[in-house]
């Protein structure tokens, strides 16, 4: 009897995993269908929860942020902003007018920002504050405003020699400044008030050393060689 009995319980084993195979494929097929039905394509929605959860794990600890730019924007056209760059005696700020492109997206439009920033002045009356070797890593804006800004360890390494507190505050507030400007804002989007600046993850200890980054910072207009502040204009593509 005991054979019989372990084939029957056997049987009984493959029937339950076939059942259970047939109630996840169907679950599956139900899935994709409805995506379907929505418009969406289920290849394109599973890349985007996989990119949704690794932002989630880059994300800087007790925050959450509401939007990211993920993939870029379609662009609108150009708009005239203002790049925060270094007078050539590197003791004041100089704006430098630039055409950008400019998307719905307020992080899509601070990421292109930052990187003409970091790429520096077409001109040899403005001087860079950032080395062109560095990286933007993330972006991150939360509900209250706040722009986390995470670069990467170039920032520290290219600038270990520069500790005045001059060089280290316009490195920081052009950053500020250059992202918080209404230019840069969208209609969809919470207006950015300040700016959290991040190295690989993490608040840098080292440096700068005149500057604390302990906490989000504001724009500061001391640093500025004049008050320029012209209004940016949208220029139609």
């Not at 259970?20 to 418009?39: A, C, E, M, N, R």
Request: charged share 20%.
């Amino acid at each position: 009897m005991k054979p019989v009995r372990r084939y029957i319980m056997r049987q009984f084993m493959l029937a339950l995993w076939g059942l259970f195979t047939l109630i996840l494929l169907f679950t599956v097929s139900l899935l994709i269908y409805t995506i379907i039905q929505d418009g969406d394509e289920p290849l394109a929605t599973l890349r985007a929860n996989v990119e949704e959860n690794l932002g989630a794990a880059q994300t800087p600890a007790g925050s959450a942020p509401a939007n990211e730019a993920r993939r870029p924007a379609t662009p609108m056209g150009e708009r005239e902003i203002l790049l925060y760059f270094s007078n050539p005696e590197g003791v004041r700020l100089r704006p430098q007018p630039i055409s950008l492109p400019y998307t719905e997206s307020i992080v899509e439009n601070c990421r292109i920002a930052l990187e003409a920033l970091i790429a520096g002045p077409a001109s040899d009356q403005h001087a860079p504050i950032l080395p062109d070797t560095v990286r933007v890593r993330a972006l991150y804006l939360l509900d209250n405003g706040e722009l986390v800004v995470d670069l990467s360890r170039e920032l520290l390494t290219e600038n270990a020699l520069f500790t005045s507190l001059s060089q280290e505050s316009l490195l920081v507030y052009g950053i500020v400044n250059t992202l918080t400007q209404g230019a840069l804002q969208s209609s969809r989007d919470t207006q950015i008030r300040q700016v959290r600046i991040l190295v690989e993850g993490v608040r840098p200890e080292t440096y700068p050393m005149h500057v604390d980054l302990s906490d989000p910072l504001p724009p500061d207009n001391r640093w500025l060689e004049s008050a320029l502040t012209a209004p940016a204009r949208m220029l139609h593509g």
